[in-house]
């Protein structure tokens, strides 16, 4: 019996021979219950927009944490990419998906992760340039911050360091520490005094 993604079983392909109908699965058989405590059911409806629409929304913890991570990202790439002069061009966009596939990246890759790198997303970044060239200067920087954004969220969001650690937003009060006493002799990196 093979089961298909809704988790239902069917008897798979008929074993009639090739011109011959599909045989159908019988159907299985569902203990009586009284009517009393027959569970209430409701109709699916028959539009699949309807169906789509009806479906449970997305967890609102997830939701909002991709939100307040896009608004962050948002913020990020905006300062990142203060002017349009700061934004990549298309050819070295182009440039960088070439050099994915060199030698030594795909080499480090294979040694870290045991495959080769996919540089698909590189392309896509390229790709993405060209279809925003008959925008002006203002709206493609805003569109490739937006891109960006989206990228980093939904990284960030996915399996990442933030599910065990929180990001700090403010830093460390006296790091690196100072030292009050002019008399003490530093600490080096070995952490011994010197």
Not at 168 to 194: C, H, I, M, Q, W
């Amino acid at each position: 019996m093979r089961w298909n993604i809704f988790g239902s079983g069917d008897a798979g392909p008929s074993t009639a021979g090739e011109g011959a109908a599909p045989v159908a699965a019988p159907a299985p058989a569902v203990p009586a219950t009284p009517a009393s405590t027959a569970p209430t059911t409701t109709a699916a409806p028959a539009d699949p927009a309807a169906a789509a629409a009806s479906a449970a929304p997305a967890p609102p913890h997830l939701l909002n944490r991709y939100e307040a991570t896009l608004a962050q990202e948002e913020a990020y790439q905006g300062a990142q990419y203060p002017q349009f002069e700061d934004v990549p061009g298309c050819m070295r966009l182009f440039d960088e998906f070439l050099m994915c596939y060199a030698l030594l990246p795909q080499l480090r890759n294979m040694y870290r992760y045991g495959e080769l790198h996919d540089c698909t997303y590189k392309f896509e970044d390229f790709k993405y340039c060209m279809s925003l060239k008959g925008e002006d200067t203002e709206a493609r920087r805003q569109l490739w911050i937006k891109r960006k954004a989206e990228w980093w969220a939904k990284r960030r969001v996915g399996e990442s360091s933030e599910d065990v650690w929180e990001a700090r937003t403010e830093p460390l009060k006296n790091f690196p520490p100072l030292y009050d006493d002019p008399s003490e002799p530093p600490v080096n990196r070995a952490g011994n005094r010197e």
